[in-house]
């Protein structure tokens, strides 16, 4: 199995920017698709985005459709999100997943079998 950690939360101005980080282990991490995903207080966890083995394809939730970028790089063993234009709405922990299929990405929490812990993202008004 794959074995994922994030980086990059943090606190950040309302307008700013973030990248998170996804570090990738244990298995190829190309055989992997990959996406994001947020848990807000008091909220489900939703979708963010979504990216196949090799980042031709991606797909994102509307609430994020032209502020966040999701990208990969499969000899860093790296999947990105790059976030900008944050809003306070923003605010969530931030979730890796990946699922052990490389061509079709998906939106659904059942779909990803290997999760990270998490990162924390705080963004003020």
């Known amino acids: 199995q794959v074995q994922l950690v994030e980086s990059g939360g943090g606190l950040v101005q309302a307008g700013g920017s973030l990248r998170l980080s996804c570090a990738a282990s244990g298995r190829t991490f190309s055989n992997y698709a990959m996406g994001w995903f947020r848990q807000a207080p008091g909220k489900e966890r939703e979708f963010v985005a979504a990216i196949n083995w090799n980042g031709y394809s991606t797909y994102y939730a509307d609430s994020v459709k032209g502020r966040f970028t999701i990208s990969r790089d499969n000899a860093k063993n790296t999947v990105y999100l790059q976030m900008n234009s944050l809003k306070p709405e923003d605010t969530a922990v931030y979730y890796c997943?990946?699922?052990?299929?490389?061509?079709?990405?998906?939106?659904?929490?059942?779909?990803?079998?290997?999760w990270g812990q998490g990162t924390q993202v705080t963004v003020s008004s």
């Open positions: 997943a990946g699922r052990r299929v490389k061509i079709n990405i998906a939106a659904m929490e059942r779909d990803y079998a290997y």
